[in-house]
């Protein structure tokens, strides 16, 4: 069961309060007997499993359609570069 803030309009006074989804919201406070309101507070968000990144869903950028459409050409042998490679970039999430 969730856990639930309240503040108090007159007193200030914040409590907690383990509540099911299906139960009332409190109305009055402890304390002084005033007007509560439920505290809203931010959640975190935790991204587990495949599918989070670019690189999960998507070809690398300039594979796709550009190489199948241009001409090939005579296949010589290049000298191997070593680069770094890059960690996964996650996804952009706008908040509304």
């Known amino acids: 069961m969730p856990t639930y803030d309240y503040r108090c309009d007159r007193c200030e006074n914040r409590f907690e309060r383990v509540q099911k989804f299906s139960d009332s919201p409190v ?3 402890p304390k002084c007997k005033g007007p509560v309101k439920r505290v809203v507070h931010a959640t975190g968000i935790v991204f587990k499993g ?3 990144y670019i690189n999960d869903s998507r070809k690398a950028a300039g594979k796709s359609a550009e190489s199948e459409s241009a001409p090939k050409a005579e296949s010589t042998p290049k000298a191997s570069s070593t680069s770094k490679s890059e960690s996964p970039k996650p996804i ?4 509304k």
């Open 92 to 95: 952009a999430v706008s908040e």
């Open 50 to 52: 495949s599918g989070f």
């Open 27 to 29: 109305k009055t406070c």
